[in-house]
């Protein structure tokens, strides 16, 4: 079954941390996201990818970095985590750049304290 | 900047009454709006999405109704279950440079028994 799946579920790290949050993708689909949600502002897009080596910059990416190594594989870095990052992290795919329908992780929830 | 709009906030209405959900965008190149649920300590889901080539989609007891001239769409929610307990995003994206969805904040939607 086609999915998209994070890693890790949880996650707690210290103030200054790094921290890897991963998304692999099997529905074969060219474009990938990172989004993070928080109480009053909905879902905001971080960073995008429209393929293998691809890296297109969101909304909200500063403190940020991303990586697409494969066509299934997008990671979110965040090289010196602050508690403003402390968050709930949703990866998702499209199947196309736009008119696409998304489909989502089940979420990464980091705590930065 | 924020594109898309929606209201009320948060919504409560008993169940088998009808809850409208409204939403407004800014960019007029926007073409196509889906409506993602999100249930508590889930991932957003694709409920229904509508094109401005119709300005009805209906899916059960959902119905999109949209109005391009005003940049305005609703979704409404007949004989609204408990079962319908959930945070709704009205998003939009276009085929142009705005080709990345843009999410609303989003709806919360308690129906009581």
């Known amino acids: 079954e086609a999915a998209v799946t994070q890693s890790p579920r949880n996650k707690v790290t210290v103030t200054g941390g790094n921290v890897t949050l991963s998304c692999r993708q099997t529905?074969?689909?060219?474009?990938m996201y990172w989004y993070r949600q928080d109480t009053g502002h909905g879902l905001r897009l971080i960073h995008y990818?429209?393929?293998?080596?691809?890296?297109q910059i969101g909304d909200v990416p500063d403190g940020y970095k991303a990586t697409r190594t494969t066509q299934e594989d997008f990671f979110l870095l965040l090289e010196l985590a602050s508690p403003s990052q402390t968050s709930l992290y949703f990866c998702?795919?499209?199947?196309?750049?736009?008119?696409?329908?998304?489909?989502f992780g089940s979420g990464t929830r980091l705590l930065v304290i | 900047q924020q594109q898309v709009r929606q209201s009320p906030q948060s919504l409560t209405v008993w169940e088998g009454e009808t809850a409208i959900l409204n939403c407004s965008y800014e960019?007029?190149?926007?073409?196509?709006f889906p409506w993602y649920w999100q249930f508590p300590r889930e991932s957003p889901a694709l409920l229904i999405a509508?094109?401005?080539?119709?300005n009805k989609k209906e899916d059960g007891r959902f119905t999109i109704f949209f109005n391009k001239r005003e940049k305005k769409l609703s979704l409404h929610i007949t004989d609204s279950q408990p079962g319908d307990s959930a945070t709704y995003f009205c998003?939009?994206?276009?085929?142009?440079?705005?080709?990345?969805?843009?999410f609303g904040k989003g709806t919360s939607l308690v129906v009581h028994p």
């Open positions: 998702a795919s499209s199947e196309d750049r736009a008119n696409s329908d998304y489909t």
């Open positions: 529905n074969s689909h060219n474009y």
């Open positions: 990818s429209y393929g293998a080596g691809n890296l």
């Open positions: 960019d007029s190149t926007f073409d196509y």
């Open positions: 509508i094109r401005p080539v119709s």
């Open positions: 998003a939009a994206s276009g085929s142009g440079g705005n080709y990345k969805p843009t």
